[in-house]
């Protein structure tokens, strides 16, 4: 069953939404009694709360942190795998300098996984294993020693085999993570936007012949306008 994710109110930019909510405030605020009488929901806690969320949400910079350390494993990732396709191509000399270059033996040491491996480090890690394995083994390892290969290109195999396990498990948990952050930022954000929509609804009411109040508090261009309702708030939880 797929987890159900946040769906947003909006479509405008996170900045967007944000500027047009400090923008909206003031004027809110001066014209408060008037949306009062015409709804008692507008109260000057109603004003406090969308003060309160957008500057939350502009001190929020949680995702961009998270999708930060994602990049910086993808950008390790990629430096390992680098370092290991050259340790390979080590033992790979060794290899055929011993043995000769044949299909048997390549496939021994998992050279067919090389083109892949390069790429991926889901291909590289069993790539590394398999020809570790293969030169301790008793058929290889006599003979890769002789040829001079040390046990320390083994070592180094296996160490970039753990590094690059260990650096795409914190990615796949930030990959997680990153979901939960953009959901509760998400949260938030509609939030905002569902009460600069309610503002927006009871202005044109309000205010029907004052366009220059109406411009501060609309939240599309007119030709657009009816795009703020598209998603009716509550509907938030949706599948992907």
């Not at 109603?46 to 969320?53: A, D, H, R, V, Y």
């Not at 501060?216 to 998603?231: C, D, G, V």
């Amino acid at each position: 069953m797929n987890k159900k994710r946040i769906r947003r109110h909006f479509s405008k930019t996170y900045d967007e939404v944000t500027t047009k909510a400090q923008a909206v405030q003031p004027q809110f605020s001066n014209d408060q009694p008037a949306f009062v009488s015409f709804d008692p929901v507008f109260t000057p806690e109603f004003g406090t709360e969308l003060k309160n969320e957008t500057d939350q949400a502009l001190a929020d910079d949680s995702e961009e942190k998270q999708q930060s350390e994602i990049e910086l494993r993808t950008n390790k990732l990629k430096v390992l795998r680098l370092q290991a396709a050259n340790a390979y191509k080590r033992l790979l000399y060794f290899v055929h300098s011993a043995f000769g270059e044949t299909k048997a033996v390549d496939s021994a040491f998992g050279r067919p996984r090389y083109s892949k491996a390069r790429r991926s480090e889901k291909e590289m890690i069993p790539m590394l294993n398999q020809a570790v394995t293969a030169a301790r083994s008793g058929q290889f390892n006599a003979g890769l020693t002789a040829k001079g290969m040390s046990e320390d290109l083994l070592t180094e195999l296996e160490d970039l085999a753990n590094q690059l396990i260990e650096t795409d498990n914190e990615q796949e948990m930030l990959k997680k993570q990153q979901l939960i952050v953009t959901d509760e930022r998400i949260k938030l954000y509609n939030s905002i936007w569902d009460k600069l929509v309610k503002i927006n609804s009871a202005a044109k009411i309000l205010f029907p012949d004052d366009p220059a109040r109406l411009a501060i508090y609309q939240l599309y261009e007119t030709s657009t306008e009816t795009a703020e309702n598209e998603t009716p708030p509550g509907n938030e939880n949706t599948n992907e």
